[in-house]
T-cell receptor, first 112, second 112 residues
Framework: ETGVTQSPTHLIKTRGQQVTLRCSSQ?????VSWYQQALGQGPQFIFQ???????GRGNFPPRFSGLQFPNYSSELNVNALELDDSALYLC???????????FGAGTRLSVL | GIQVEQSPPDLILQEGANSTLRCNFS?????LQWFHQNPWGQLINLFY???GTKQNGRLSATTVATERYSLLYISSSQTTDSGVYFC??????????????FGQGTILTVHP
């Protein structure tokens, strides 16, 4: 059984660019959630996808968007990058909407 | 949204010492989880404990749901226990079903 995998592990972008982060959910899991963790803070919920539909969103602007694919993998897209978008982005998968969430190792994004 | 308060914010121990980490919630939560974040950023699941007591080796956790708090006990600490410990939960009856709200974490440092 494979765990949650994220790619890439590290990424450097410049302000104004766009970025796509990827997440493969744990085998059998149908729900994916994305979190942003700034340095020294706890993770903050961005949004969740269940059966390819967005199911709940945190306090993030529309330039943060996502997709979930039929195999339950997911993408997080961020447009018009800002310096404050520099953070660790974590993906978590779970079997149903409220069950235990398992996290990937994250993508560390630096915006210069 | 709910507030999650973790204490203490920092904890420094000698190897072999015991410790207790606390997590208070401003509202009733379910799906309460404890995590250990390793130096590379990955969140490792320690316990899923919406109520009651669980033990796993040197670690144990207790959640008193009616009083909205949870405790994580670490006995005979080892240097490998160092890192950041987070608690998180979802709001009972909320509409953002899978939104885990995290505390700010407890930074644990264990010296040899």
């Amino acid at each position: 059984e494979t765990g949650v995998t994220q790619s890439p592990t590290h990424l450097i972008k410049t302000r104004g660019q766009q970025v796509t982060l990827r997440c493969s959910s744990q085998s059998g899991h149908n729900t994916v959630s994305w979190y942003q963790q700034a340095l020294g803070q706890g993770p903050q919920f961005i949004f969740q996808y269940y059966r390819e539909e967005e199911n709940g969103r945190g306090n993030f602007p529309p330039r943060f968007s996502g997709l979930q694919f039929p195999n339950y993998s997911s993408e997080l897209n961020v447009n018009a990058l800002e310096l404050d978008d520099s953070a660790l982005y974590l993906c978590a998968s779970s079997l149903a909407l409220q069950n235990i969430q398992y996290f990937g190792a994250g993508t560390r994004l630096s915006v210069l | 949204g709910i507030q999650v308060e973790q204490s203490p914010p920092d904890l420094i121990l000698q190897e072999g010492a015991n410790s207790t980490l606390r997590c208070n919630f401003s509202d009733s939560v379910n799906n309460l989880q404890w995590f250990h974040q390793n130096p590379w950023g990955q969140l490792i699941n320690l316990f899923y404990i919406p109520s009651g007591t669980k033990q796993n080796g040197r670690l144990s956790a207790t959640t008193v749901a009616t009083e909205r708090y949870s405790l994580l006990y670490i006995s005979s600490s080892q240097t490998t226990d160092s890192g950041v410990y987070f608690c998180a939960g979802t709001v009972l009856g909320g509409t953002s079903y899978g939104k885990l709200t995290f505390g700010q974490g407890t930074i644990l440092t264990v010296h040899p």
